[in-house]
């Protein structure tokens, strides 16, 4: 069966530096658009951002030009870099596939941003 396991959360200082992946297994991730989504205590879930197959990416207002999507289709891996840190970048990290009408999420990895 298809499983997306997010990975590499923690915790780092405002203006910081993260790094977290999504793997998949079970699939091939070069047929899948691939979207982050992020979601903290209290809120409802936001796009982060998307890599589509094609290597086209998008951005919310919210991180574009401190946050970068990339793919590694040979080693079925998304990543997230995410730069400039800031406390209102704290929250749970999700991965989500899409093929057609079909959809996998991950459980989601923590990222805290605090002094």
């Known amino acids: 069966q298809v499983q997306l396991v997010e990975s590499g959360g923690g915790s780092v200082h405002p203006g910081g530096s993260l790094t977290i992946s999504c793997a998949i297994s079970?699939?091939?991730?070069?047929?899948?658009?691939m979207t982050w989504y992020r979601q903290a205590p209290g809120e409802q879930r936001e796009l982060v951002g998307s890599i589509m197959t094609t290597g086209t990416t998008n951005y919310a207002d919210s991180v574009k030009g401190r946050f970068t999507i990339s793919r590694d289709n040979a080693k079925n891996m998304v990543y997230l870099q995410m730069h400039s840190l800031k406390p209102e970048d704290t929250a749970v990290y999700s991965c989500?596939?899409?093929?057609?009408?079909?959809?996998?999420w991950g459980q989601g990895t923590q990222v805290t941003v605090s002094s």
């Open positions: 989500k596939a899409a093929w057609g009408y079909y959809t996998y």
């Open positions: 079970g699939s091939y991730i070069g047929i899948y658009d």
